[in-house]
């Protein structure tokens, strides 16, 4: 059966910030003009920001860019950053440290970043972007002479096996002149794009964070709008990457959360557990107590910064957002980088698109002009202080201090970076971890939490959590690192069973909520995260 296919100037896949910002940038430049561009934004999500997951404060930096009057048109920013606190936690104490530079949050806002994506959608809309949730892009579609020429979204109605089942649909082809990829975190149309155009030959590797979020209603006696708590130290151990964030912003919610660095080596070290464990801290139980969760997500973050920034186009296509990695994490903030980076995209596309128009063409232009941004500049400044924790926290807190205040961000030096799935040891000769059990009031299980983030998956479709070689699991990370699949994963997917055959792997697609842990941290790089059903995963509301 063919494939029915639909023509633009711009095809984006994703509709996070930097996407949306990339389509509205667009469109504003056409207007201005007095010129027609047509744009789409593919979203696999059932709604726009149903799969995004932020902490988040925002710095609207990038938004004032975008939309000058952003507060009269009604943007979901409503909470003004107050109060920063930077606490180093033992088990039992926690002590008050001065907060970084890179922390400080005036001027910021704490938000839903999925709300704040709602109402860009709503604005990209008003401009005629044709905007399509629960379409997966799951194809990069190439021309005669290698170049993108656009995406396909996946089929539906597939079985379990990959047959054609009662109720399939061919997916659609959208054509375009020049293909933006904004998939967020280790996106897997990127992995595709990265490889074949070797976008990655002159950069690090890229590394990554889990990010564990809740959402809170919390008694109003504990409520302090606008308060930022940031925290490093317990539960981790010193030689972890890992720390959290609390912040208060309307109707009495908190949003709270803990990252933990997909670099850790103990086999037995559980994101999902770290995360409930810290909430027994006094500082922060204090706060929950009578309160209520409402909501739970997770997500991993690219973390590498500045040196492990790919090739950002390509033939026919290039890179946005996070999907590039543009978070500055000393910062924690990624949005106002995404959002630049998606404006910088659209604004170098657009000077180029009459030559795109007649041959599939790679914009070098992008690359070159965002880096004389301001974006690339805030990024360099930082690109030390993540790599300085492979020595341990205290010694990277203090590498940190001399960084920033003593060069000021402009060391003569780079440091590097090593794939995180590489830092694993084997269970032999690591402690396993006695977690506590969950009470089901402060601290819970993975199934309890999966049922908060409203995730779904059409049953009876093939499985989007992909085996390069079926008999790894067993083979190599049961019996090696004690089956670690079932503790990175923050959901519940990864299952050993024993049957008349032996120990296997039972992965419980249903759960997934599209972390992308697994196919950061398999330790042979065996699992292949690939896009389900469009519509398919978790439904975030304001997270």
Known sequence: MERESMEFDVVI??????????????KQLAAASNSDVSVCVLEKASEIGGHILSGAVIEPRALEELFPDWKDRGAPLKTPAADDRFLLLSEKRSFRLPTPPQMHNKGNYIASLGNVCRWLAEQAEELEVEVYPGFAAAEVLYDESGAVKGVATGDMGLT??????????????????????????????????????????????????IGIKELWEIDSANFVSGQITHTAGWPMKSDTYGGSWMYHFEDNLVSIGFVVGLNYSNPFLSPFEEMQRFKTHPVIRDVLKGGRRISY??????????QSIPKLAFPGGMLVGDTAGFLNLPKIKGSHTAMKSGITAAESVYSSLEDCRTKKK??????????????????????????????GLFPAMLYSAVDTYLFRGKAPWTFKHRPDHTSLKLAADCKPIDYPKPDGVLTFDKLSSVFLSNTNHQEGQPVHLTLKDSTVPARVNHQLYAGLEERYCPAGVYEYVQDDDGTRLQINAQNCVHCKTCDIKDPTQNIHWVTPEGGGGPNYPNM
């Open 160 to 209: 379990a096996d990959g047959t054609q089942g009662p109720s399939f649909e061919r997916g659609i082809e959208l054509h375009a002149h020049q293909t933006i990829f904004a998939e967020g975190c280790r996106g897997s149309l990127t992995k595709e794009v990265s490889e074949r155009f070797e976008l990655r030959v002159d950069a690090e590797p890229q590394v990554y964070g």
């Open 362 to 391: 790679e914009v070098t232009d992008y690359g070159n002009n965002l880096k004389k941004t301001w974006l690339w500049e805030e990024l360099y400044r930082v690109r030390n202080i993540k790599p300085a924790f492979h020595w």
């Open 297 to 306: 997500g997770a997500r991993a973050i690219s973390a590498g910064g500045f």
């Open 13 to 26: 896949v994703g509709g996070g910030p930097s996407g949306l910002a990339a389509a509205i940038r667009l």
